[in-house]
């Protein structure tokens, strides 16, 4: 059983990929995702936060921002753009030799409909996963205890049959609370040689 952190791990979810479309001046686009859109922001959505009330709320602080403050979730898509080849291939190795593959991502309820009805589309690899625990659908997030065992619960697994793949030290340490083996993302060749050691056929 191999279960995924999404942003970073395997997609390059990101801001600028959308932005760079729409604020030509590279500074003036740093500061609008600093100042406004923060990561502050953003990250209440990924702990449960509605993004559509996120969005009217932050659009009252800055009407001269409405239509940029709109888009952040209304062209999440796009921000989605960039998968990493490299954990293309490996998800892929895993899913040929009978690997179960599911995700857990924090990230707002969005997520959860993207992954349902575009992500495949977009990037193929996405469509081999089983199933999806998102973090502001599920109203817990990582490294929180909750959504590693609500993870077990929707895919049906144990912990001890689980090993979870993120790029942020503190969740791979939370699915090792949990029971899980973890291994923290830092590069393709380095997870994939660590889930060799655990004695996955990748």
């Known amino acids: 059983m191999a279960v995924f952190d999404f942003g970073g791990v395997l997609v390059d979810w990101n801001p600028r990929h959308l932005y760079r479309q729409l604020i030509s001046d590279p500074t003036e686009m740093e500061r609008f995702l600093a100042e406004v859109t923060t990561s502050k922001w953003h ?8 993004f559509r009330e996120a969005t009217r709320a932050l659009q009252a602080l800055h009407p001269d ?17 960039v998968a ?31 992954l ?32 590693y065992d ?20 503190a969740n791979a340490d939370g699915a090792r609370a949990a029971g899980w083996s973890a291994v923290h993302h830092r590069s393709a060749g380095e997870t994939a040689a660590e889930l060799r050691a655990l004695g996955f056929a990748v």
């Not at 589309?121 to 990582?142: A, I, M, N, Q, T």
């Open 116 to 147: 349902r009805s575009t992500a495949a589309r977009r990037h193929p690899f996405l469509g081999l996963f089983r199933d999806y625990v998102v973090s502001g659908e599920v109203k817990c997030s990582k490294p929180d205890r909750a959504i």
């Open 43 to 50: 990250q209440a959505q990924d702990h449960g936060g509605d």
């Open 150 to 169: 609500l993870a077990c619960r929707v895919g049906g697994f144990r912990p001890e049959d689980a090993v979870f793949i993120d790029d942020v030290l």
């Open 65 to 81: 921002k409405h239509e940029l403050i709109a888009a952040f979730y209304g062209r999440f898509d796009e921000m989605c753009a």
């Open 84 to 114: 990493f080849p490299e954990m293309a291939a490996l998800v892929e190795k895993l899913h040929a030799s009978g690997t179960p593959l599911y995700l857990l991502s924090n990230a707002p309820d969005l997520l959860d409909a993207w």
